[in-house]
């Protein structure tokens, strides 16, 4: 089997995304199709040039499978992360008709029950990428199956691919069920309220989402939320063997110390509140 190296491909477009992410499209020549073949949930490292280092990080592709026969492109999403060098690079600075260095999808997160009725998905922030790549897959080649997803931010104007999910949820009429769970939004009902915790995760499978009735569970967002809903959902009952996760660890902070790795964590987490604060401030003012 040949090692997969970096191809260069050009980006197509750059689409603007809530909370400053950016959805990015690369177009995919003949000669690579074969290559870019992806499942959903795989993703994609991208490799570029940034303040005269070479970096690379992974993302996942968030469009669905059919994507790269009919239109010959892949999409990935985006989101800065606080002091994040990457990240704010390609929000910022990378556009239409840039070229960047990309290997070929890799990753083991996806679908392994390909006859599931009914999954599920996890979800908080940028984690929607690879599972909204799942969900419009299996949508789209599983005209019985069905799909509820559970998704965890701030408030609406801060949801990603929001257009995108309305658009699934429009095209596949009472197949796709959209639970948006906000943390610093009012919301008329209190289970949509808060944060994709353990409480929440029980609350949501009493009132939604029957232990029987989850074929496969995809779970993607933050650390804690991860462990926290994989742990409730065992205990619910429902088989390790349905349940998927997949983490987005960035190499910078995977290559700290626990305790310098917990600071850095927290110091971001300052700083975003500090920064809404103020946006609330400037909004409600
Ligand atoms: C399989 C996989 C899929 C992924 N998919 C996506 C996706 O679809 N969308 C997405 O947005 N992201 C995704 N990610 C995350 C992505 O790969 C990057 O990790 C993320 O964008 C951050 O990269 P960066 O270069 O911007 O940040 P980095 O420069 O790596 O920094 C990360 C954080 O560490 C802090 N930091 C850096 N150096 C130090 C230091 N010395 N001390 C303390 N703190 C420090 C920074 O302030 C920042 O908050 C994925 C990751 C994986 C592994």
Same mark, same amino acid.
């Given at each position: 089997?040949?090692?997969?190296?970096?191809?260069?491909?050009? #980006?197509?477009?750059?689409?603007?995304?809530?909370?400053?992410?950016? %959805?990015? =499209? @690369?177009?995919?020549? *003949?000669?690579? +199709?074969?290559?870019?073949?992806?499942?959903?949930?795989?993703?994609?490292?991208?490799?570029?040039?940034?303040?005269?280092?070479?970096?690379?990080?992974?993302?996942?592709?968030?469009?669905?499978?059919?994507?790269?026969?009919?239109?010959?492109?892949?999409?990935?999403?985006?989101?800065?992360?606080?002091?994040?060098?990457?990240?704010?690079?390609?929000?910022?600075?990378?556009?239409?008709?840039?070229?960047?260095?990309?290997?070929?999808?890799?990753?083991?997160?996806?679908?392994?029950?390909?006859?599931?009725?009914?999954?599920?998905?996890?979800? #908080?922030?940028?984690?929607?990428?690879?599972?909204?790549?799942?969900? %419009?897959? =299996? @949508?789209?080649?599983? *005209?019985?199956? +069905?799909?509820?997803?559970?998704?965890?931010?701030?408030?609406?104007?801060?949801?990603?691919?929001?257009?995108?999910?309305?658009?699934?949820?429009?095209?596949?009429?009472?197949?796709?069920?959209?639970?948006?769970?906000?943390?610093?939004?009012?919301?008329?009902?209190?289970?949509?309220?808060?944060?994709?915790?353990?409480?929440?995760?029980?609350?949501?499978?009493?009132?939604?989402?029957?232990?029987?009735?989850?074929?496969?569970?995809?779970?993607?967002?933050?650390?804690?939320?991860?462990?926290?809903?994989?742990?409730?959902?065992?205990?619910?009952?429902?088989?390790?063997?349905?349940?998927?996760?997949?983490?987005?660890?960035?190499?910078?902070?995977?290559?700290?110390?626990?305790?310098?790795?917990?600071?850095?964590?927290?110091?971001?987490?300052?700083?975003?509140?500090?920064?809404?604060?103020?946006?609330?401030?400037?909004?409600?003012?």
């Amino acid at each position: 089997m040949a090692i997969p190296r970096f191809h260069d491909l050009t #980006v197509s477009r750059i689409n603007p995304e809530a909370a400053g992410a950016v %959805a990015v =499209t @690369l177009a995919i020549p *003949p000669a690579l +199709r074969e290559t870019f073949a992806f499942d959903p949930g795989q993703f994609l490292t991208l490799r570029a040039d940034v303040n005269g280092e070479s970096v690379r990080r992974s993302y996942s592709i968030c469009c669905p499978r059919s994507r790269l026969a009919q239109a010959h492109e892949v999409q990935v999403g985006i989101r800065p992360m606080d002091g994040g060098v990457f990240s704010n690079w390609a929000a910022t600075q990378l556009k239409a008709g840039d070229t960047i260095s990309v290997m070929p999808p890799d990753g083991r997160f996806g679908v392994r029950r390909p006859h599931a009725l009914h999954r599920v998905g996890f979800a #908080v922030g940028s984690g929607i990428t690879p599972i909204l790549s799942i969900m %419009a897959s =299996t @949508l789209e080649e599983h *005209p019985e199956s +069905r799909f509820t997803l559970v998704y965890g931010n701030r408030r609406m104007a801060s949801v990603m691919f929001n257009e995108t999910l309305q658009d699934l949820k429009d095209r596949y009429t009472g197949r796709l069920t959209l639970i948006h769970i906000l943390s610093r939004q009012a919301q008329e009902v209190d289970l949509l309220q808060g944060h994709i915790d353990a409480d929440k995760v029980r609350a949501i499978v009493k009132a939604l989402l029957p232990v029987g009735s989850m074929d496969e569970v995809f779970i993607c967002g933050p650390e804690a939320m991860i462990d926290t809903t994989e742990a409730t959902l065992l205990e619910a009952g429902v088989p390790q063997r349905q349940i998927h996760t997949e983490r987005f660890t960035s190499p910078t902070l995977a290559a700290l110390s626990p305790v310098e790795r917990r600071a850095a964590v927290a110091a971001g987490q300052q700083k975003t509140e500090g920064g809404n604060i103020t946006l609330t401030v400037v909004l409600d003012g």
